[in-house]
């Protein structure tokens, strides 16, 4: 996350700042911070060694910035594609989070009302019908209808 990040901020200024000698030091000491952390990660004085994943992913942002001036697809994909992704992410958890807060009011209103037939004298044990796998059968109905 952090290797991702620095290398965004560097691709960035790079693309705003017409001073090419400031970029490049930006550019050699966000590399020197990520070298350093698969450095100190590969260490045998750490807890806990870094897995081939992070160092992979930072090995992908290392070879990012060694060759920014090079790839202008690089720097899309970096800037605006993993933006796009992240948007898409979120609006599909925000669609299940919808579909889930209706689930909950539903469920709520049934528990409602199984307590108003149970406080009538229901002898059904607060279940409608009587029947005590009523709920499941009701999460199986919305789950089909809402998801």
């Known amino acids: 996350m952090l290797a991702s990040t620095l290398t965004k901020l560097v691709l960035r200024y790079a693309q705003i ?3 090419a ?3 490049n030091a930006l550019r ?3 590399m020197l911070m990520m070298t350093s952390i698969i450095r100190v990660g590969q260490s045998k004085f750490v ?3 870094i897995d081939e994943d992070s160092q992979e992913r930072i090995m992908n942002c290392l070879q990012t910035l060694s060759q920014v001036s090079d790839s202008g697809a690089v720097t899309d994909i970096f800037l605006h594609d993993t933006k796009a992704a992240f948007a898409n992410m979120v609006a599909s958890e925000e ?3 919808y579909r889930l807060m209706i689930i909950a009011g539903y469920l709520r209103s049934i528990s409602e009302k199984s307590r108003g037939e149970r406080s009538k004298g229901d002898q059904s ?3 409608p019908s009587g029947r005590r796998n009523h709920i499941p059968t009701i999460l199986q109905e919305v789950w089909h209808r809402w998801c």
């Open 125 to 127: 044990g607060g279940y």
């Open 17 to 19: 700042s017409p001073d």
């Open 21 to 23: 000698k400031r970029v």
């Open 28 to 30: 050699a000491e966000a």
């Open 95 to 97: 669609v299940i989070g």
């Open 47 to 49: 807890a806990a060694p």
